[in-house]
């Protein structure tokens, strides 16, 4: 009898590691783990969820790990203006995202071509275009429905 590795097992993340050339650590498997359940984590939220697993993991080494992985292709690092770098696991399928301005939450944009492109440059200068990154602006439903409950206006300043 055969067993296929589920991908979010423990013998499918090793593989993906292999696959990629990378030792299995215990660091890198707990690293993608973490951004299993949280896609879109910054570096100190994957560094909270890691130092759950592995106790004593320094913030320096998950950050070390993010580089290794993401320059592996296993990861894909996303940096909206003015927000730490985020990482997650969905790669090479160029989606986009959706940012909320006033929380900070993202949310995945699936792209309609697939892994193509969807937007045409008026001018590409030249250039071959392979993939186009958007991020879009906006407010979360829960940041959405606080504004119009108007239970809250931390940002608002009447002296300036
Ligand atoms: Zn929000
Ligand atoms: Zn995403």
Not at 29 to 37: D, F, G, P, Q
Not at 84 to 93: H, K, L
Request: glycine share 8%; charged share 20%.
């Amino acid at each position: 009898m055969t067993i296929t590795a589920h991908p979010e097992s423990r013998e499918g993340l090793e593989q993906s590691l292999r696959s990629r050339g990378l030792r299995v650590t215990q660091q890198r498997l707990a690293v993608l783990r973490a951004l299993s359940v949280m896609p879109h984590a910054d570096t100190d939220e994957v560094h909270r969820a890691v130092a759950e697993e592995l106790p004593g993991t320094a913030l320096q080494a998950v950050y070390v790990v993010l580089g290794a992985l993401t320059d592996a292709g296993l990861l894909r690092r996303i940096s909206p203006a003015g927000s730490p770098a985020r990482y997650e696991r969905r790669v090479g399928d160029n989606h986009h995202h959706v940012v909320c301005t006033r929380c900070g939450a993202v949310a995945d944009v699936d792209c309609v071509h697939g892994a193509a492109p969807c937007l045409e440059p008026s001018d590409a200068s030249g250039f071959t275009i392979t993939t186009a990154e958007v991020t879009f602006w906006g407010l979360c439903a829960a940041c959405g429905s606080a504004e119009a409950v108007g239970t809250e206006h931390p940002t608002k300043e009447t002296d300036v």
